[in-house]
């Protein structure tokens, strides 16, 4: 089995900001890093649950719906993903999810959280979810980040995995 590509990201250095993650097949992932991973605590599931109706709702309908492709939670609870067609620029991202948070600090509810539209409804914390989100607004504003430091993988082949 290969290393993929996002285990070769040096995760004991990263800090919270927005990376291109992967351009490929005419897509582009976006990692939005929201906590510093194994240094701050991750967000708590129901929290980045509601950001993720929120952030999917916000940017399903905005002036860029047409090129989101998925909206969604990493596994690691530090960050979520963004896909897009075409090719939109780190900066381009940031100004577009600081418009996000900002839309989303506003917010009383958080959208389609019925039984019939979400698979754990009552998993959603949407005072957590702003905290979160008033703080990597934040940090996006303040103290940004967008270059990944990559670790030097040696496949079996003996090929270098790592392209920073
Ligand atoms: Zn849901």
């Given at each position: ?16 900001g927005i990376y291109v993650s992967r351009e490929d097949k005419g897509f582009t992932t976006y990692d939005l890093r ?131």
């Amino acid at each position: 089995m290969e290393v993929i590509q996002s285990f070769t990201i040096d995760h004991t250095k990263l800090k919270p900001g927005i990376y291109v993650s992967r351009e490929d097949k005419g897509f582009t992932t976006y990692d939005l890093r929201i906590t510093e991973p194994n240094k701050e605590p991750a967000v708590a599931p129901a929290a980045i649950h509601s950001l993720e109706h929120l952030m999917a709702t916000w940017f399903r309908n905005s002036r860029v719906k047409d090129d989101v492709v998925y909206v969604g939670p990493m596994g690691c609870l530090t960050g979520m993903y963004i896909i897009m067609t075409g090719k939109y620029s780190v900066e381009d991202m940031r100004k577009l999810t600081i418009e996000c948070l900002e839309w989303i600090l506003t917010q009383d509810k958080v959208p389609a959280t019925e039984p019939e539209s979400c698979g754990n409804y009552l998993l959603h914390d949407l005072p957590m979810c702003k905290w979160e989100s008033a703080r990597y607004l934040d940090r996006l504003k303040n103290d940004f980040h967008c270059e990944y430091s990559k670790l030097k993988i040696t496949l079996d082949d003996g090929k270098v995995f790592a392209d920073a």
